[in-house]
Nanobody
Framework: QVQLTESGGDSVQAGGSLRLSCVVS????????VGWFRQVPGKEREGVAT????????????YHNDSMKDRFTIAQDNAKNSLSLQMNSLKPEDTAMYYC???????????????????????WGQGTQVTVSS
């Protein structure tokens, strides 16, 4: 069983920054996909960025949205088995519940852990709320 614990959500004003963290614990596979998703009420869970973690490929990062790629940075700390999401220049439309997710490795359109949607991930954290006011 894999446990994911997010932290770092907060309320900020537009233009501000936040750093979300996710600690991955439990029985993970040697190689797996991990990443960040977000969701607002009434909408589908949206991918932010995903990373392939394995001993064969390093730092294989996929950003799911060009507008977020310019402002958000996903990073992993293998020693601490954690994942972070640095979010800069936040906008009110970034307001959402942010989730950390992990799952078995997959390839989507040639990319490891590509933007195939939330259903490819088996394990989820409880989420951390990010609210951006104008």
């Amino acid at each position: 069983q894999v446990q994911l614990t997010e932290s770092g959500g907060d309320s900020v004003q537009a233009g501000g920054s936040l750093r979300l963290s996710c600690v991955v614990s439990g029985s993970t596979d040697k190689n797996y996909c991990v990443g960040w998703f977000r969701q607002v009420p009434g909408k589908e869970r949206e991918g932010v960025a995903t990373v392939y973690r394995g001993d064969d490929v390093t730092d294989y990062v996929i950003y799911h949205n060009d507008s977020m790629k310019d402002r958000f940075t996903i990073a992993q700390d293998n020693a601490k088995n954690s994942l972070s999401l640095q979010m800069n220049s936040l906008k009110p439309e970034d307001t959402a519940m942010y989730y950390c997710a992990a799952g078995h490795p997959f390839t989507f359109r040639g990319d490891l852990c590509g933007p195939a949607g939330a259903t490819r991930f088996q394990y989820w954290g409880q989420g951390t709320q990010v609210t951006v006011s104008s």
